[in-house]
C-alpha cells in the first residue's frame, strides 16, 4: 500500500505538531486511546490518514491501529504511524513508552502543504484537537507551527546542545509558536495569571492546570507582519526579560528570509540547480535559490578549435579500454542513477546531482577518484557524446588530450571529468550537464 510521500509534492512548508505528555499504563490500551483516536477523526477531516502502519501497512481503523499497537510492542514501548495516499500528505508518529520506563505519550504530526491551513475553520478544528487531547492527557508541553519557521528559530534545542536539551527538555518560554499547550509546571514557572492574561488571539485555561495559547488565527498566516507582531507581543509578556523590537525584528528577519523568490537559474543548469535547491532546509530554500539565481559558471573551455592528430598505434584497443572505463562506472552506479544506463543529456544531469548530493570529490581518496572516477567519468562522457551528438573519437596517448569531434569543434571529455571531480564546488562550475549543453550548441 503506497502512501504519499512529502517529497512528491515538492518543496513546501509544512504545519507540524508536537505533543508531549502521559497515559495512565495501567488502564486497557484500547479504552484509554480511545478519546485521542475519536478525537482524530472528528476534528482532522480532509487530512484524516487513510493508512496506518505497524509491521505492515493496513487502511485505516480503529481496530488496524489496535493491531498495530499490539504488533509493535515490546517489553518498554509501541510505536505505529499513520500516513495518507493522497494530498495533503501526512505523517503522523504515536509513540508509548510503559513502566519500568517513566510513561510518556508522544504525538508527532506534520501535514503538507502549510498552505492547506489558510482558512480559519481548518485551523480552529486543528486546534480543537489538540485542546480535547491536552484535556485528557497531562501534558508536559505541545506545540505545533511551520516547518521552516521552526527551524529557524533552533527548535527543539535552542542554543543548547543535545544532552541538555533532552535533560531539561521545554522548560522555559523559548519560543512561542502558533499553537502552544503549556502544562503545569511550565505555568507555574511563568505564572498562572501572567499566562492567562498574554495578549494573543486564543488563550484558555485546561481542567488540567494548563494553559492553550494560540497567537494569530490562520496557521499558515504566521510569517506576515500582523501575525509576527502578535507573536512577538506573546512572547514578550510571557518572558519579561526580552526586549520587543528585538524579538519583532528577529521574527521579521526570519520572514524576510522566508518570502518566495523566483528561481531564474542559468538555462543550462536549471534542472540540476532546482534539485540542489530541493536538498536544502525549507528554511533556507529561498536563500539558496537567490544565491543560485546569481551562479553563471565559467563557460566550458575543454575544446579545441582543430583536433591534434591521433598519436596511438592500436585505436581499437584504446577505444576498448574507454569502454571497459565507461561500463565500470555504469556498473558502479547503475543501482543509485538508474538513468545511466541511457547515456543521455539526461543521464548527466542525474550523474552531476548524484555526486554533488554525496560530496562526493570530498568523500572518497584522491587516489580512488584520481585513478578510477575521474577517467571513468571521461570515457563515459566521451560515449555519450559520440551517442547522442554523433561524436566521433580522435584518439591520444595520453587520455586527457584525446577528444571527441562534435561539428567545427573538438572536445576533451578527460579534461573536463578531471576538473569537475576537483570539489563540490566544482560540480556544478564543470558540470557534465553544461559540458553537453555547449557541445550541442556547435553540432553544426
Known amino acids: 500500500m503506497k502512501v504519499l510521500e512529502f517529497q512528491e509534492l515538492g518543496a513546501a512548508d509544512r504545519l507540524r505538531l508536537s505533543f508531549e505528555g502521559t497515559f495512565n499504563p495501567h488502564a486497557d490500551l484500547q479504552a484509554e486511546l480511545e478519546p485521542l483516536f475519536h478525537a482524530l477523526e472528528v476534528h482532522a477531516g480532509e487530512w484524516m490518514p487513510d493508512v496506518v502502519e505497524g509491521k505492515r501497512r493496513r487502511k485505516y481503523s480503529r481496530a488496524a491501529v489496535w493491531k498495530a499497537l499490539e504488533e509493535e510492542r515490546d517489553e518498554s514501548s509501541t510505536t505505529i504511524g499513520l500516513y495518507r495516499t493522497k494530498a495533503p500528505a501526512l505523517d503522523i508518529t504515536l509513540r508509548l513508552w510503559f513502566p519500568p520506563l517513566p510513561q510518556r505519550l508522544h504525538i508527532w504530526i506534520a501535514v503538507q502543504p502549510m498552505s492547506f491551513f489558510t482558512d480559519t475553520e481548518s485551523c480552529r478544528e486543528f486546534v480543537d484537537m489538540v485542546r480535547t487531547w491536552a484535556g485528557r492527557y497531562p501534558i508536559t508541553y505541545a506545540m505545533a507551527n511551520s516547518l521552516a519557521d521552526d527551524q529557524m528559530s533552533g527548535a527543539p534545542d535552542f542554543g543548547r546542545d543535545e544532552r541538555t536539551s533532552r535533560r531539561d527538555g521545554f522548560d522555559k518560554i523559548y519560543e512561542v509558536c502558533w499553537l502552544n499547550v503549556f502544562g503545569p509546571k511550565l505555568v507555574e514557572t511563568v505564572g498562572r495569571e501572567r499566562m492567562l492574561s498574554t495578549p494573543a488571539h486564543r488563550v484558555e485555561e485546561l481542567p488540567s492546570g494548563s494553559i492553550l495559547l494560540v497567537t494569530w488565527p490562520i496557521?499558515?498566516?504566521?510569517?506576515?507582519?500582523?501575525?509576527?507582531?502578535?507573536?512577538?507581543?506573546?512572547?514578550?509578556?510571557?518572558?519579561?526579560?526580552?526586549?520587543?523590537?528585538?524579538?519583532?525584528?528577529?521574527?521579521?528577519?526570519?520572514?524576510?528570509?522566508?518570502?518566495?523568490?523566483?528561481?531564474?537559474?542559468?538555462?543550462?543548469?536549471?534542472?540540476?540547480?532546482?534539485?540542489?535547491?530541493?536538498?536544502?532546509?525549507?528554511?533556507?530554500?529561498?536563500?539558496?535559490?537567490?544565491?543560485?539565481?546569481?551562479?553563471?559558471?565559467?563557460?566550458?573551455?575543454?575544446?579545441?578549435?582543430?583536433?591534434?592528430?591521433?598519436?596511438?598505434?592500436?585505436?581499437?584497443?584504446?577505444?576498448?579500454?574507454?569502454?571497459?572505463?565507461s561500463e565500470s562506472l555504469v556498473a558502479a552506479l547503475h543501482t543509485k542513477v538508474p538513468s545511466i544506463m541511457d547515456e543521455t543529456a539526461e543521464s548527466l544531469t542525474d550523474l552531476d546531482f548524484y555526486f554533488w548530493r554525496e560530496n562526493f570529490p570530498e568523500r572518497y581518496t584522491r587516489e580512488l577518484i584520481d585513478s578510477h572516477t575521474a577517467p571513468a567519468l571521461g570515457g563515459y562522457l566521451g560515449d555519450v557524446l559520440v551517442r547522442r551528438l554523433g561524436g566521433t573519437w580522435v584518439l591520444r596517448a595520453k587520455k586527457e588530450e584525446s577528444q571527441v569531434r562534435v561539428g567545427k569543434r573538438v572536445w576533451l571529455p578527460f579534461l573536463r571529468a578531471r576538473r569537475y571531480m576537483q570539489s563540490r564546488e566544482s560540480l556544478l562550475e564543470y558540470s557534465l550537464t553544461q559540458f553537453f549543453k555547449e557541445a550541442e550548441r556547435y553540432r553544426h
Open 219 to 325: 496557521a499558515a498566516g504566521f510569517s506576515s507582519d500582523e501575525a509576527r507582531v502578535a507573536q512577538a507581543r506573546a512572547h514578550v509578556h510571557l518572558r519579561p526579560d526580552l526586549d520587543f523590537d528585538t524579538v519583532l525584528r528577529t521574527l521579521r528577519e526570519r520572514s524576510a528570509a522566508l518570502a518566495p523568490v523566483e528561481p531564474s537559474f542559468h538555462p543550462d543548469l536549471a534542472p540540476l540547480l532546482s534539485r540542489v535547491v530541493e536538498r536544502a532546509p525549507i528554511s533556507e530554500r529561498q536563500r539558496r535559490i537567490a544565491e543560485l539565481n546569481a551562479f553563471r559558471p565559467p563557460e566550458p573551455e575543454e575544446w579545441l578549435p582543430a583536433a591534434l592528430p591521433p598519436d596511438v598505434e592500436n585505436p581499437e584497443r584504446v577505444l576498448e579500454s574507454y569502454g571497459d572505463l
